[in-house]
């Protein structure tokens, strides 16, 4: 079905709203995918907060255009489906992995994060990386394992002191 002229330019204004505030970018060839598949994909994106669309790469160009992700101009060949997130720079990376797993046919054409166009072999350590809340669970379990350690330490030479009066006090009830 042919967009008329206001349809392409709502969605542009749209798809430029959202690449204006994204963090990463992931544009995939979907050629092979029944139409399951494509729901089922657009399912877990919703879940995962990941912005899904299939455009057509002329209105995508003009979308980008002025934003992070002009970078991905060239990488804009054949039919694909485009993946913006907002909230965890890895989630789009991580959708599309996981996906490719199950279903091989999916092939990722282009990465972006930061206005910075990265080679596909880095779709894998990009979806690897730790979401924001694992991330700063790490962080806190590292910053309390010194100071645990520390306050260990500290108090390590009383309970040796209390244990070695424990043992006195112990050998001279047992003589």
Not at 20 to 26: E, H, I, P, R
Not at 107 to 134: C, F, M, T, Y
């Amino acid at each position: 079905m042919a967009l008329n002229l206001e349809q392409k330019k709502t969605i542009v204004s749209e798809v430029a709203g959202v690449a204006k505030n994204a963090l990463s970018a992931v544009a995939a060839d979907y050629r092979g995918l029944t139409v399951a598949e494509m729901t089922d994909l657009r399912i877990k994106a919703r879940e995962m907060g990941v912005y899904l669309r299939v455009i057509r790469n002329t209105l995508a160009r003009r979308a980008v255009e002025g934003t992070d992700f002009a970078c991905l101009h060239e990488s804009l060949t054949g039919p694909l489906i485009f993946a913006f997130t907002q909230e965890e720079p890895g989630a789009a990376a991580k959708l599309m992995y996981d996906f490719i797993k199950d279903h091989e046919v999916l092939e990722v054409k282009a990465l972006a994060i930061n206005g910075k166009l990265l080679p596909v072999s880095e779709l894998a350590a990009i979806a690897k990386l730790p979401s924001r809340d694992e991330a700063i669970a790490t962080l806190m379990s590292v910053m309390t394992a010194t100071i645990t350690q520390f306050v260990r330490t500290m108090a390590e030479p009383h309970a040796k002191l209390v244990r070695t009066m424990a043992a006195v006090r112990d050998k001279k009830q047992a003589a």
